[in-house]
């Protein structure tokens, strides 16, 4: 297996254990016994946040990515 397929297999990985988390916590607070406003209030919240998230992680390898290759073109 190449270094991409195993970047490629890892962050599928991950992203099916975030959708995965993702889903949980919304099947977890829609059937919670709460009134429905405040169960819409905190599923935007989590949402919120897990774009902020999501945003800082894909900043942070796009970084990554971008040093990799300044790395490879400085070594070639």
Known sequence: MS???DRNAMLYLLAG???GALIG???GMLFAPKPGLETREELSEKLKELKEKT???VAEQKAKRQQAAKS???SA
């Open 25 to 27: 916590v919304a099947a």
């Open 55 to 57: 945003e800082q992680w």
């Open 17 to 19: 254990v975030g959708i």
């Open 72 to 74: 490879e073109e400085a």
């Open 3 to 5: 270094e991409s397929e």
